[in-house]
């Protein structure tokens, strides 16, 4: 029984044998070269080598780097419209489920304040005094995503700002606190249909 090596040399030697007398003639022309001449020859099979290697190995890959460069903004762009096309659907879908006039549960308020960007330790919810809604109480919350939050809840609960108190937060020398807002924000729910 043969083993891989010795059936690897026999191929090897079944298609060495037809090349051997073109290797042959090759050997005996680059020795009766000029050392001169040689050098030329292996700068020249030195360059080629190169080139095929380069060719083969090297340019494939920048150009596929290049052209998922050039399709990078385009995919950011579609990965946006599908974040964008998700929110909406979520939106539609919450607003579905919610009869008109009801308030969302406050686990889901409080959900989306800290995904909008309002930790815990800078807002508290309440009840109005009177009928149905989320009182929201700010203490140094950022107004950018307080605005952010109310575009929200506006756009998927309906809620309705009834009365809004804010003020700029201070520190504790009286100095303005820049972005942050101090107060209170009212929200009430869509009226029901049928009701004027």
């Known amino acids: 029984m043969t083993t891989l090596s010795e059936r ?3 191929a090897w030697q079944s ?5 051997d007398p073109a290797f042959a ?6 020795q009766a070269l000029a050392p001169r001449e040689r050098r030329l020859l ?18 494939p ?11 990078l903004p385009a995919l950011r762009g579609q990965a946006a419209t599908v974040a964008d096309l998700s929110s909406q659907a979520m939106a539609l879908r919450r607003r579905s489920a919610a009869p008109a006039g009801t308030v969302p549960p406050a686990a889901e308020v409080a959900a989306s304040l800290e995904r909008a960007g309002l ?12 009928g149905p809604g989320v009182l929201l109480t700010l203490s140094q919350a950022p107004s950018s995503a307080l605005l952010r939050w109310l575009d929200g ?3 998927d609960w309906g809620l309705a700002i009834r009365r809004v108190e804010l003020a700029r937060a201070a520190n504790a020398h009286g100095r303005p606190l820049p972005g942050l807002v101090n107060g209170e924000v009212e929200l009430v729910p869509p009226p029901a249909p049928g009701r004027s």
């Not at 298609?15 to 090349?19: F, G, N, S, T």
């Not at 292996?42 to 340019?59: K, N």
């Not at 930790?119 to 009177?130: C, D, F, R, S, V």
């Open 119 to 130: 930790p815990a330790a800078q807002w508290t919810l309440g009840e109005p005094g009177k």
């Open 15 to 19: 298609v060495r044998k037809p090349l």
């Open 8 to 10: 690897l040399h026999a």
């Open 61 to 71: 890959p920048l150009n596929t780097v290049r052209k998922l460069h050039a399709e």
């Open 153 to 155: 809840a506006a756009r």
């Open 42 to 59: 292996a700068g020249a099979a030195l360059a080629l080598g190169a080139a095929l290697v380069f060719v083969g190995l090297i340019e």
């Open 25 to 30: 003639r090759a050997r005996q022309r680059y």
